[in-house]
């Protein structure tokens, strides 16, 4: 069965430090991959996302991202974390099989110190 | 982007009632919404997908008699919880896919049955 699998449950950071979210997934065909983002009490809001092209993935809020095929990787990066990051990130891969169901991960609980 | 809606926010009802949640593609048209259901702390859970003019498709293990699906139009799906229990209080979630691959996430309802 496909899944998504988010290594990382809970991450606490101090302010400026760098992030690092893992993001792993089960499929062997053609993927888009995204990373959303949902603070507490709000929706999900899209951080970034990867169709195709440059594995390097730019997003909003100086996240990144990056796919590699060969480890059906797409770990999210922020070098310098601030409080308002605090939030929980998830993981999310829809196969190209015509149903463009998405399968999330689990999520990660991120909390930021000031 | 695409922008959602969700209606009622927040919902309290009495055990036995049912409830609809509506979700609205307010700038694009959507063919395609799906309905995620997300308890405290866990991540989103795909519960079914709508397809305007015809039955939606269920995931294995939702109860199509007690989550009823309606996509009576191009940008509105509805959800009736019926003889809701105290173990179906949880956040739903809708989201409209557009442009063919991706799919925009409404704000949430968060159903409380007492």
């Known amino acids: 069965a496909q899944s998504v699998s988010q290594h990382n449950h809970h991450v606490i950071l101090s302010e400026a430090a760098s992030l690092e979210l893992g993001c792993n997934y089960s499929y062997g065909g053609t993927v888009n991959l995204f990373w959303y983002v949902q603070y507490p009490g709000q929706h999900l809001q899209l951080l970034l996302k990867?169709?195709?092209?440059?594995?390097l993935v730019k997003g909003i809020k100086g996240f990144e991202a990056e796919f590699i095929k060969s480890k059906f990787s797409f770990n999210l990066r922020k070098p310098s974390v601030q409080w308002s990051d605090t939030a929980e990130y998830f993981c999310?891969?829809?196969?190209?099989?015509?149903?463009?169901?998405?399968?999330f991960g689990t999520g990660t609980r991120l909390k930021v110190l000031a | 982007g695409a922008v959602v809606s969700q209606h009622p926010s927040w919902v309290i009802c009495k055990s036995g009632t049912s409830v609809k949640i509506e979700c609205r593609s307010l700038?694009?048209?959507?063919?395609?919404m799906f309905w995620y259901r997300q308890f405290p702390k866990q991540s989103l859970m795909l519960m079914a997908t709508?397809?305007?003019?015809?039955?939606?498709?269920?995931e294995q293990g939702v109860e199509k008699d007690k989550f009823l699906i309606n996509h009576a139009s191009l940008t509105l799906s509805t959800l009736t919880v019926t003889s809701a229990h105290p173990e179906d209080s949880s956040f739903y979630i809708c989201?409209?896919?557009?442009?063919?691959?991706?799919?925009?996430f409404g704000p949430g309802t968060r159903l409380t049955v007492t």
């Open positions: 700038d694009f048209q959507a063919t395609t």
């Open positions: 989201s409209g896919l557009e442009g063919g691959t991706e799919q925009y």
């Open positions: 999310a891969v829809t196969p190209l099989s015509g149903t463009y169901k998405y399968i």
């Open positions: 990867y169709f195709s092209g440059d594995p």
């Open positions: 709508s397809n305007e003019g015809s039955k939606a498709t269920y």
